[in-house]
């Protein structure tokens, strides 16, 4: 009884944090105007390496990836002739080296970091006939910072002032790099100020402290939790057509 009583409290905190409010991944309908995205930490161990070439064997759009500092540089080397567009965020406070793997355009770079946060503005133009493009700000914790929930706000209130750099018109997409989860008061305060959403549908007890919330211009296709990261799949919005005034205008 008290497990259940447990597990419902958990679930309504959850009901409560969904800011998109759907309980299902919707259909892809348009391949040209969607995104495939990875978002894992990888380390120098056998297991790991069988997760990456998981990775590369999917053939996501975007590889957003974390190395320990004696990672091999081989692998490294390796994803570069899959992605053409590469781009190094640099050392985070956590000692992990970052790198954002693309097959799409890069058209802008930002590397901001501090003693407690790092982060990187990103922007990519999908290869689609409309040309859109997609605003990224990918983002590390310390979890000395994430365990304390006063820090963590705080680097979080930081993080978000950085949303001024993405057009509000453009979609946009927030990888994370905390271990926290996805319900915790202090990432849904975050996603509420961003107005992005949760991939997650479902109560993902595997902290992998990987995380993708994405805005309202975009929906969820597909999303899968692993142990080291997470694989989603985001399709942009097409825009309401907007209608004529004249349309009610009553003409005699």
Known sequence: MLFSWISTIMLCQ???GNTEGSFYYTKLQDKENAISVAHFKISNTEEDLLILNKIKALSVDLISLS???EFNSN?????VQIYPHTIDLGIS???QHNYL???FKISYFKNIADNNIHCASVQIILDSIEGKKISILSFSIDDEIADNPKKLNKSLVSI??????????EPLMVLGNVSS??????????RTKMLVNDSRLDLDFGKSGRHIFFSNQMRCVHYESYENGVIGTYEIRK??????????????
């Open 14 to 16: 959850f009901l409560k």
């Open 67 to 69: 190395f320990d500092a």
């Open 75 to 79: 692998v490294k080397d390796d994803i």
């Open 93 to 95: 406070p956590i000692g």
């Open 101 to 103: 793997y693309s097959k």
């Open 160 to 169: 978000s002032d950085l949303k001024k750099t993405a057009k509000s018109n």
């Open 181 to 190: 989860y996805a319900w915790e008061n202090e990432l849904r305060t975050f």
């Open 239 to 252: 825009p309401r057509k907007s209608q004529n005034p004249r349309d009610f205008i009553s003409v005699r």
